[in-house]
């Protein structure tokens, strides 16, 4: 965006030149996880994960947004990444658990590109078995909280990055299906620090 300045006096005038480039103000943005692309693989631990959040740049520091996601889970939520449980066929689910929703978004930035984020979603919980059928519903509030760093991607900023560890919780989980119950009782509740990686573009 170029700027240029004028300056006028009785005795004359100068007109200088004041060329700036800046980022464009841009307000809007669209966000997705990297898990978004990587549902390929083995199908037994392919967690078919779409996701979508909008965002309004509300101030300079804080941003509020819209989240869109739906996944099918193969095992409790509640196992950690370094449990020995996790990825052992021995607590995979009897099926599947399938679960939409959409949610509310908040990011305050802290400083330069660090930021934190509260996720709020409620979500509707499907219980499917191995041969497809549905077997019962339930209802799921999940909440998310993010440390993370925005990074933008060539000159204008208008594409970027944002590499982010996740704690996880879901403080309301009715209507949990009774096979399905017996191994989610096993865990907690939340997940800590999940590595993840969001690709957006602002306009």
Do not use: C
């Not at 300056?7 to 103000?25: F, H, W």
């Not at 996880?33 to 309004?56: C, D, I, K, M």
């Not at 925005?150 to 204008?156: M, V, W």
């Amino acid at each position: 965006m170029i700027f240029g300045l004028q300056i006028g006096s009785s005795q004359g005038s100068i007109a200088p030149s004041l060329n700036q480039t800046q980022k464009p103000d841009y307000k809007y943005s669209i966000l997705t996880t990297w898990l978004s692309f990587s549902n390929v693989g083995n199908p037994a631990t392919n967690t078919q994960h779409y996701e979508l959040r909008f965002a309004y740049q509300l101030t300079p520091k804080d941003q509020i947004g819209v989240k869109l996601a739906t996944w099918k889970l193969f095992m409790p939520l509640g196992i950690d990444l370094w449990d020995e449980a996790f990825l052992d066929k021995a607590y995979f689910f009897p099926g599947r658990l399938r679960e939409t929703g959409i949610g509310i978004t908040y990011q305050r930035k802290l400083w330069k590109g660090l930021f934190a984020t509260l996720e709020i979603m409620p979500l509707l919980t499907e219980y499917i078995d191995d041969s497809g059928n549905l077997l019962s519903k339930g209802f799921k509030v999940y909440n998310s909280y993010h440390l993370g760093y925005h990074i933008p991607l060539f000159k204008q900023g208008r594409f970027f990055i944002e590499p982010q560890l996740h704690v996880n919780h879901w403080p309301i989980n009715n209507d949990v299906h009774a096979d399905f119950k017996v191994l989610e009782n096993q865990w907690d509740e939340f997940f800590l620090v999940e590595p993840n990686l969001y690709l957006g573009v602002k306009f």
